[in-house]
């Protein structure tokens, strides 16, 4: 990658000249915005998460006590587990149900397009919208058993589980048929006439193919699933809550909502709130490498 | 034309069948529930409305005009907000990556490598700081919110952006120079209408999130002047009990319909977003 680009700009003399004096007119708006929309923030975001602060004005430097906080706090490290135990859920949920559902797609089938279109327009409604529509359903189903969502927060975690599975399988799913689509129909062939069994063409020719869209969407769901947030918030909003060693603990909070909670909850937490926002990205980017790594690894193998 | 299909897949779209009922069927029920009085969803949210529950168009008519904020200023400022913000990192951030790959000096790779690393933070990590600086530089309205958007969504756009214009033949541009074009004249006659394909996946993909999106607008705008569809929709719920169930389903469902429009519109070209963009990202 990087030898093309070296090699392209090497030759490319004549047009690079001319290029390069219009550096005001396409580079600079991007470049401008991008500091004041990420990296003023985040670099801003950094040195917080060390202060004691109101307003970014006001901050005082007082070291890593707001990290020291932020891991004895009862309600973190609950959320911590609990969006773990929902990553694990929800990767197998998902991509299980979205690979059978692409595979039985695939084969020769009547609607198979509507089928795929159905499936998919969860992605284009919001999370908001979708916590509130699933928080109705869930509650008129559970108001026969004399209970609602938020009494219970096993109710509330499987709710979760179901509406992001509801959402992402469709989505999930279009990968898998783009992968399953690339796979060399003379394989298959070949598979069967060698006597192999359905099974056995499933599990010894077509999955090793598709191995690089698998690896995609398990880490799509993991990434997704750490980043939850809307449809946290509106289907149970971290409900229902306990005391535990002195300490608020919503029950059905992940990551990303405890973080916002924190903030909004008390003033003098401004601080342990952005330590937390810092120790969320560190989590969420090591994801993301681990990610790089593993595809790159599958390319060289090709 | 029937010989086609065996038995077995006939068996096959029978199952389908069933299975989509479970993603149409919530549809279904906020379109019916639209239409039902606020007791009635709460008593049965899946019974049909009878001559007594049935409200007509009622709950729409008071979903729009619920509150002090009427419902049809969200959908404008949602529109508009989408709209301006997907245009202008279109064209922004094509033009940042054709000159990212033909310069290839070191600003523009370090310029390309802090954009990579954005896609990678999550937004809880500059969320406070850029709601601060938002109401410093006095861009917390709809007007300005899409410079926010671009900055923040630079990094996605531009690494695909990137990715396509360097395979993308050096001759022709060359060819263009020869000819006495300038870089601003090669862009928008020559790279500009190549880039067709890539510019319409990553606009789907920034229509997408961001008409949807609910923490970054509600952070950085003026709340008490403006919303979006789902700043207001959460808004309704938050004061939860004395809300009408009915008028929320009917505004939940006015903001799904435009959706599934664009939807079934632009099906082909939302696919291939998708599968372009998780191919990259």
Redesign the interface.
């Known amino acids: 990658m990087k030898k ?3 090699s ?2 090497l ?2 003399e ?3 000249r ?6 005001p ?3 600079l ?3 401008i ?10 670099i ?2 950094i040195y ?1 998460s060390f202060c004691n602060f109101n ?2 004005k006001d901050a005082v430097w007082v070291g890593a006590s707001n990290y020291v906080k932020a891991f004895k706090d009862a309600s973190f490290v609950h959320a911590f587990w609990n969006t773990a135990a929902f990553a694990v859920v929800s990767i197998v949920l998902i991509n299980v149900l979205a690979f059978a ?1 692409a595979y ?2 695939t ?5 198979s397009n509507l ?15 979708l916590g ?3 928080s ?2 869930f ?2 189903i559970l ?1 026969r058993y004399g209970t609602y969502l938020t009494a219970n927060a096993t109710y509330g975690f499987w709710g979760l589980v179901i509406l992001v599975a ?1 959402q992402q399988i ?2 999930m799913m ?2 898998y048929i ?1 992968g399953l689509q690339a796979v060399p129909g003379e394989m298959v062939e070949a598979a069967r006439i060698d006597g192999a069994n359905g099974r056995q063409t499933l599990f010894r020719v077509i999955i090793p193919n598709v191995m690089p869209s698998i690896t ?2 398990t880490f ?1 769901t993991l990434t997704n699933s ?2 939850m ?2 449809q946290n ?2 289907l149970t909003g971290g409900a229902p809550s306990v005391m535990m060693n002195g300490a608020k603990v919503n029950m059905t909070e992940l990551l ?1 909502l405890n ?2 909670s924190t ?1 909004n909850i008390n003033k003098n937490w ?1 601080g342990v ?2 330590a937390k ?2 120790v ?2 560190v989590l ?2 090591a994801l ?2 681990a990610q790089l790594v593993a595809t790159r690894n599958k390319e060289v193998q090709q | 034309m029937k010989e ?3 038995t077995a ?2 068996v ?2 029978a199952v ?2 069933v ?2 009922l ?3 069927i ?2 279904i ?2 379109l019916v ?1 639209s239409f039902k009085t606020n007791a009635a ?1 709460n008593l ?3 019974a049909l409305p009878n001559a007594e529950t049935f409200t007509g168009w009622a709950n729409y008519v008071k979903g729009m005009t619920f509150g002090n904020y009427p419902f049809w200023k969200s959908v404008g400022f949602s529109l508009f907000i989408t709209l301006v913000s997907t245009g202008l990192i279109l064209i ?2 094509s ?2 990556a ?8 070191t600003v ?1 790779k370090i ?1 390309y490598y ?2 990579i690393f ?13 709601s ?3 109401d410093t ?1 006095k ?1 917390n309205t709809p007007w300005t919110i899409p ?9 996605l756009a ?1 690494f695909m952006f990137t990715g396509f214009v ?1 395979s993308i033949p ?1 001759e022709i ?2 060819a263009a ?2 000819d006495g074009s ?3 004249h ?2 928008f006659t020559v790279v500009l209408p190549m880039l067709k394909p890539t510019m319409v996946s990553v606009g789907v993909l920034e229509i ?1 999130w961001v ?5 970054l607008p509600y952070l950085v705008l003026d709340r008490t002047k403006y919303m979006t ?2 700043i207001h ?2 808004y309704l ?1 938050g004061s939860y009990g004395s809300v009408d ?1 009915g008028a ?2 009917a505004l ?1 469902m006015l ?2 319909v435009p ?2 429009i ?3 519109t632009c ?1 082909k070209h ?2 291939k977003g ?2 372009a963009g ?2 990259k ?1």
């Open positions: 093309k680009t070296d392209a700009s030759s490319s004549l047009i690079r001319p290029i390069r004096r219009c550096f007119i396409f580079l708006p991007t470049f915005c991008f500091c004041i929309g990420f990296l003023w923030p985040f801003q975001g917080l307003t970014p559902i039985a797609l084969q020769r089938m009547r609607g089928f795929r279109t159905v499936f998919f327009m969860p992605n284009l409604i919001g999370g908001v919208v509130y529509i699933w109705m359903i509650d008129a108001k509801w469709g989505y279009i990968i783009a995609i969407c799509l750490f980043k947030f809307d918030m509106a990303a973080i916002y903030y401004h709130a952005q926002a810092v969320f990205f969420v980017a993301a490498i | 086609r299909y065996s897949s006939k096959l779209t389908f069948i299975i989509s479970v993603w149409i919530p549809i029920a906020v529930n969803v049965n949210a899946f922004c951030t033009m940042a054709w000159y990212i790959s033909r310069v290839g000096s523009t310029v802090l954009c954005s896609m990678v933070v999550p937004f809880q990590m500059v969320m406070f700081t850029l601060s600086t938002a530089l861009l410079i926010i958007y671009l900055g923040f969504g630079a990094g531009v360097r050096l541009e060359e120079a020869i300038g870089p601003l090669t862009y997408m008409w949807n999106d609910y923490l569809i789902p929709i959460q719920k169930l929320t389903m939940i903001s799904i959706v599934v664009f939807y079934l099906q939302i696919i998708v599968a998780a191919v990202g």
